[in-house]
T-cell receptor, first 110, second 113 residues
Framework: QKEVEQNSGPLSVPEGAIASLNCTYS??????FFWYRQYSGKSPELIMF????GDKEDGRFTAQLNKASQYVSLLIRDSQPSDSATYLC??????????FGTGTSLTVIP | DGGITQSPKYLFRKEGQNVTLSCEQN?????MYWYRQDPGQGLRLIYY???????QKGDIAEGYSVSREKKESFPLTVTSAQKNPTAFYLC????????????FGPGTRLLVL
């Protein structure tokens, strides 16, 4: 069973702070890693993907991957109230199948 | 306008009734997926298809059926055998390849009358 684990939260941060979201995965053969944002009642939308060890930055978002530790994280800098959502970590293993964590609920307090 | 469409947005099922959820994509993606999401839960895979006329069961396939007669379409039928069908159903698609991303449709919320 391939597993993806996330802290379900809720995680609360004040506006302007850095939010840190973490994810671990069990399958060492996993090749690609994704972060989705899901607002209540809506479908997930892709915000970041990362394939190689290290950091990848896109605007206020930074994804970090450590394959040796089987760990992937998402940092949101200068958090805004509009960032309040559930963040899903997803891992793609061989064969085009994706595995999702249960999500971390983030609330940014104005 | 490329994307994934799902219909209807809301669907009501009576006891013992089969219902079909539509999913269409015009992204020319090879793979398509159906997930179920219950309140406060993650996504659970129902079925997926990597090519026309072929599909595989996911973790919770019992009580569901699918077809993939066209590359663009992957309808999901919730049968009367599915005793607890109330959930948010999400269709997704992706290109074939290790680094290809999965994109989601807007979802269908199924409620039991």
């Amino acid at each position: 069973q391939k597993e993806v684990e996330q802290n379900s939260g809720p995680l609360s941060v004040p506006e302007g702070a850095i939010a840190s979201l973490n994810c671990t995965y069990s399958d060492r053969g996993s090749q690609s890693f994704f972060w989705y944002r899901q607002y209540s009642g809506k479908s997930p939308e892709l915000i970041m993907f990362i394939y190689s060890n290290g950091d990848k930055e896109d605007g206020r978002f930074t994804a970090q991957l450590n394959k040796a530790s089987q760990y992937v994280s998402l940092l949101i800098r200068d958090s805004q109230p509009s960032d309040s959502a559930t963040y899903l970590c997803a891992v793609k293993a061989t064969g085009n199948q994706f595995y999702f964590g249960t999500g971390t609920s983030l609330t940014v307090i104005p | 306008d490329g994307g994934i469409t799902q219909s209807p947005k809301y669907l009501f099922r009576k006891e013992g009734q089969n219902v079909t959820l539509s999913c269409e994509q015009n992204l020319n993606h090879d793979a398509m997926y159906w997930y179920r999401q219950d309140p406060g839960q993650g996504l659970r895979l129902i079925y997926y298809s990597q090519i026309v006329n072929d599909f595989q069961k996911g973790d919770i396939a019992e009580g569901y059926s699918v077809s993939r007669e066209k590359k663009e379409s992957f309808p999901l039928t919730v049968t009367s055998a599915q005793k607890n069908p109330t959930a948010f159903y999400l269709c997704a698609s992706s290109k074939d390849g290790a680094q290809e991303t999965q994109y989601f449709g807007p979802g269908t919320r199924l409620l039991v009358l």
